[in-house]
């Protein structure tokens, strides 16, 4: 649900949300993003595997707001997302990496522009966007 919810927050410039997305990013140094299909697929191949050990980070990729920004109006296109990349403090961009997941063998389904693209699709499903405009 993160997702949508970022998503949502940067398309319309959330005022409550936008700030928490802020934070990942001047912490972290970009925000980690995943299906959460690629979630349940990734628990369960951990389990299904003898090797796994300590802890596991999953994402399919991560990137710096203003990134994450660029991709989500490809996809919705809006006003604020302007406001938002202008408002970011530069920071130096870090991987959030998988590569112990990926290093077992899992896979991801999803890449990041359908994560976003599925994000948008069910916050415009469930009002929480209005639906594209098509001219």
């Not at 970022?6 to 980690?32: C, F, K, Q, W, Y």
Request: aromatic content about 6%; overall charge negative; proline content about 5%.
């Amino acid at each position: 649900m993160l997702v949508i919810s970022g998503s949502t927050s940067t398309a319309l410039g959330d005022s409550e949300l936008l700030p928490l997305l802020s934070t990942v990013n001047s912490r972290m140094g970009s925000i980690a993003l995943v299906h959460s299909e690629d979630i349940c697929n990734a628990h369960l191949y951990l389990m299904e595997h003898d090797q796994p050990q300590g802890r596991y980070i999953c994402c399919t990729n991560s990137c710096t707001m203003s990134e994450l920004v660029h991709h989500f109006a490809k996809v919705y296109p809006s006003p604020n997302s302007q406001r938002v990349v202008e408002a970011e403090m530069v920071s130096v961009p870090t991987e959030i990496s998988s590569k112990k997941l990926k290093d077992l063998g899992f896979r991801y389904k999803y890449s990041l522009q359908e994560v976003i693209h599925q994000a948008v699709d069910c916050c415009i499903d469930y009002g929480f966007l209005p639906p594209i405009k098509t001219e």
